[in-house]
């Protein structure tokens, strides 16, 4: 299946793109949202960083077809600064999160992101990482096991699926998606199985587990919020309540304006709000209809106003 990148336009209209300016694309991808930023670059540059070697390989080809000035990155966003720092890089003019997992991701079998799917339980997005979803699925505690499915995943059943989970993995090892998503069925109600499939938010929470995905985002987005230059844009696409609280805790701690101005008739430049920001947007009716998997994404924006 092919790859359509949520909220493309939006995106990139906010990023306000300057075509000397240098860009990153914190989560490359399929290269979807890098494309549409190399086309609007002559002098600027690209750096784009992702950590899924396959996603790496596709899009190398794409972006090459484009131009030449980027750079993939591979690694883990989180190692942002000191990547770019490594490079001389200390100040850009945009920066962009994409959190969603892509298409190809889901709809490759073998990656075990999919629960419709048979596939051993993988959800890596790094292959070389050392821990699988089989790993938390059969060795976690039930208390850890409830813990995630909770937090991560916003499920009001974790604890019965929790609990399925410890008495199904007693007899024999949970190994494959499909051994799963029937042990979270087995443990919800049958109402629930006409609302939503049973399985969606245990598999998020699961995923979120195996590749850290949470527990490194406010560190990262201040750390992108610190290489902008003055007028630079950051730019974040959520797709579940988590990491939107997250973006939007961050955006606004550093959009606050300092207490010491208050009152006062003009505000010196330095004590300003370093981030202006933007309303949050949300998918078109066109695109919702076009890509259904846009229909949980918000993306929220950021201007900054100095350097901290």
């Known amino acids: 299946m092919k790859h359509i ?40 540059k690209l750096y784009a960083f992702d950590q899924d070697e396959d996603a790496r390989a ?25 990547e770019l720092n490594k490079r001389g890089i200390t100040g850009v003019d945009g920066i962009m999160f994409d959190l969603g997992v892509s298409s190809p991701q889901l709809d490759d079998a073998d990656r075990g992101f999919s629960f419709h799917k048979s596939a051993p339980l993988d959800m890596r997005m790094d292959k070389s990482a050392k821990l699988t979803a089989k790993d938390v699925v059969n060795n976690y505690s039930f208390n850890d096991l409830y813990r995630i499915i909770k937090n991560y995943g916003e499920e009001k059943y974790a604890k019965q699926i929790a609990r399925e989970i410890e008495k199904e993995r007693k007899v024999k090892p949970i190994e494959t998606t499909l051994e799963l998503a029937e042990t979270i069925s087995n443990a919800v109600p049958e109402k629930y199985k006409r609302l939503t499939h049973p399985a969606r938010r245990t598999f998020q929470a699961i995923r979120i587990e195996v590749n850290n995905e949470l527990d490194i985002l ?73 890509n259904k998997r846009s229909r949980s994404s918000i993306l929220r924006v950021g201007i900054k106003q100095r350097r901290g």
């Open 5 to 44: 990148s949520v909220l493309l336009e939006p995106t990139i209209n906010a990023l306000n793109i300057k075509n000397d300016g240098i860009y990153v694309d914190c989560t490359l991808g399929y290269a979807g949202h890098s494309s549409a930023i190399l086309k609007r670059l002559k002098k600027g």
């Open 218 to 290: 406010p560190k990262t987005f201040n750390d992108a919020i610190d290489l902008l230059n003055e007028d630079g844009v950051i730019a974040i696409i959520t797709f579940h309540s988590l990491e939107d609280k997250i973006a939007k805790k961050v955006l606004l701690s550093r959009a606050k304006e300092n207490p010491l101005a208050k009152g006062l008739p003009v505000v010196p430049e330095e004590y300003k709000p370093e981030l202006k920001l933007l309303k949050k947007i949300k998918p078109s009716e066109e695109e919702l209809l076009n």
């Open 58 to 82: 596709h899009s190398e080809n794409v972006l090459k077809n484009i131009g030449d000035n980027f750079e993939i990155i591979p690694t883990n966003f989180s190692n942002l600064k000191e």
